[in-house]
């Protein structure tokens, strides 16, 4: 069983960065691969990047490809996610979750594993 616990959210100027952390409890966090996710006001949770097991691989929405970067700490049992070049339109609770990857990068969520999220605002 793994438990989700995000940070490092808060207000930031357009332009600004800011790097999230998603800290798990249990002994079998490698196992999983990791993803990030976000809902910003009145839309649907939306995918934003995943990682695979070992932190060898990933993948982005086209939305943040190039602005945002996945990393993770399997010793720490800690995924992150550096964010750039923030817009407006980036404001979103963040969510991290636990799941698997397949051969393609594409990330499946499990349905149990998922953080309380953190909130982003993006100001203009």
């Known amino acids: 069983q793994v438990q989700l616990v995000e940070s490092g959210g808060g207000l930031v100027q357009t332009g600004g960065s800011l790097t999230l952390s998603c800290e798990a409890s249990g002994r079998t966090f490698n196992a999983y691969a990791m993803g990030w996710f976000r809902q910003g006001p009145g839309k649907d949770r939306e995918f934003v990047a995943a990682i695979n097991w070992s932190g060898s691989k990933d993948n982005y929405s086209e939305s943040v490809k190039g602005r945002f970067t996945i990393s993770r700490d399997n010793a720490k049992n800690s995924v992150y996610l550096y964010m750039k070049m923030l817009k407006p339109e980036d404001t979103a609770v963040y969510y991290c979750?636990?799941?698997?990857?397949?051969?393609?990068?594409?990330?499946?969520?499990?349905?149990?594993?998922w953080g309380r999220g953190t909130q982003v605002t993006v100001s203009s």
């Open positions: 979750n636990a799941g698997g990857m397949d051969e393609r990068l594409n990330y499946y969520p499990s349905s149990e594993y």
